[in-house]
């Protein structure tokens, strides 16, 4: 009887075709990082760094020269941050202000932040943003509907992706940083535009966070003046403000095409040390962002003393150069002393330094475990489909607090590990074996 009711409960599901078992899916596939983290989780991947933010940190009880936090300015544990951060805390906690800025959550502070933001960033008006990630997204979101068309740099960051996701309109990818490339797929996005009764939004970044290298801001900008198209450009300039630039504007600034850019965000999480973000451009767009901006029209205001935390590190950023020269002291000795040993740098014409080698996902873990537990240097390593296959990409992030010493023990070190790539030591069919986090 029982056999029976199988049976026919068998028959009865593939004639119904029933759905998946979602959870069954994801346990049957984890993801192109997430298949290998039963091997990796709490080494390779979620490592735990500890201790003051600073060129070393704890590892695992050890301690460690640091290449992968992007404290550019070295403002994390700067005594005026501290201290504003401090003082802000202890007058309104965490909490304030409650709700979103549309209904509770607006305050003075807020506004004079803006207002700050837009003048240091030579724009008619800013909005802030509670989160970098998240606030770009929506940023695409809200600024494009099922009629226009986007064309967007390949290499741009996840959190542009995940915003076009959200646009029922085209979409063109070109070649990074490759104009002719721009040029095709800005012929399709007009063709469509025009058919459509719709605009074009350009999305590119200042400085890619991967590779270091600017987007080609200046020469997008050529197309518009000389008349060939018509678009409005948004720039993402996370890892270029507070680094580049004369004043440290960004990439607009270093290019001389700040005035041109349409719609520029920043974050706070790199040069700043902080969390949040902004975007800067005409009046009449930001206010618009601020009516229709999901992420911010109904998420929670940035708390007051990440405000006012931020408004410190914001000066110190316009009045201290010398944070910046001090960064910029250690990214050129890193990046010139690494060429002159034969390295390869790639296209960097930023603080972030990638070195690029040859090798599988293995030797790269193994590598790195070398790097870690035999020389304490702690650097972030990028692999397939980041950069082509068998290349194995160390990103360094240089910082003001780094010592040209630092630098020097990093590139005789590399030298040391290269050498053992090349002469295959580093060769294996599995990953490196490495204790876990449970």
């Not at 080609?216 to 060939?228: A, C, D, N, T």
């Not at 070190?413 to 599995?430: H, M, P, Q, S």
Request: with cysteine; net charge negative.
């Amino acid at each position: 009887m029982v056999v029976k009711q199988t049976e026919s409960l068998l028959r009865f599901r593939k004639q119904k075709r029933m759905a998946q078992d979602i959870f069954e899916k994801i346990k049957n596939n984890r993801g192109p990082i997430g298949q290998f983290a039963k091997g990796v989780h709490g080494y390779f991947t979620f490592p735990k760094l500890e201790g003051e933010i600073s060129n070393k940190m704890m590892f695992r009880g050890k301690e460690c020269l640091v290449w992968s936090v992007n404290n550019y300015l070295g403002l994390a544990n700067h005594p005026e941050v501290r201290k504003a951060d401090a003082d802000a805390a202890a007058q309104y906690g965490m909490a304030y202000p409650m709700g979103a800025r549309m209904m509770t959550g607006q305050t003075s502070e807020h506004e004079a932040f803006e207002s700050e933001i837009a003048d240091f960033m030579q724009k008619e008006d800013a909005i802030l943003l509670n989160f970098g990630y998240q606030g770009c997204v929506s940023a695409v979101d809200c600024l494009v509907d099922r009629h226009d068309v986007i064309v967007y740099d390949s290499e741009s960051h996840a959190c542009i992706m995940d915003g076009m996701r959200l646009h029922a309109g085209k979409r063109y990818v070109f070649k990074h940083n490759d104009m002719e490339s721009f040029d095709k797929q800005m012929e399709r996005a007009t063709r469509i535009a025009e058919e459509q009764n719709g605009g074009i939004l350009v999305i590119t970044e200042g400085v890619f966070g991967m590779a270091g290298d600017q987007g080609k801001l200046k020469e997008i900008v050529e197309f518009r003046k000389s008349g060939k198209y018509n678009f409005r450009l948004f720039v993402d300039d996370a890892h270029g403000f507070g680094t580049i630039g004369e004043t440290g504007m960004g990439a607009g600034e270093a290019q001389g095409v700040q005035d041109e850019i349409d719609v520029l965000f920043g974050t706070f999480a790199k040069s700043m040390a902080s969390i949040g973000a902004f975007i800067v451009s005409d009046e009449h767009i930001i206010e618009y962002m601020r009516y229709n901006m999901r992420s911010q029209m109904f998420a929670k205001s940035l708390p007051m003393t990440l405000t006012i935390g931020a408004r410190k590190r914001l000066e110190l950023l316009r009045t201290k150069p010398e944070l910046k020269e001090n960064l910029w002291k250690i990214a050129t000795a890193l990046q010139k002393g690494l060429k002159e040993n034969g390295f390869d740098i790639g296209d960097t014409n930023s603080p972030v330094t990638p070195v690029l080698l040859k090798g599988n996902l293995a030797e790269a873990t193994n590598m790195t475990f070398d790097l870690r537990e035999n020389y304490s240097i702690f650097c972030s390593i990028v692999i397939y489909p980041v950069v082509p296959k068998d290349v194995i990409m160390l990103r360094l992030i240089p910082t003001a607090v780094h010592t040209l010493e630092d630098v020097e023990y990093t590139i005789k070190t590399f030298k040391i590990v290269k050498e053992k790539l090349d002469n295959g030591e580093y060769k294996a069919e599995e990953l490196a074996r490495v204790e876990t986090d449970k």
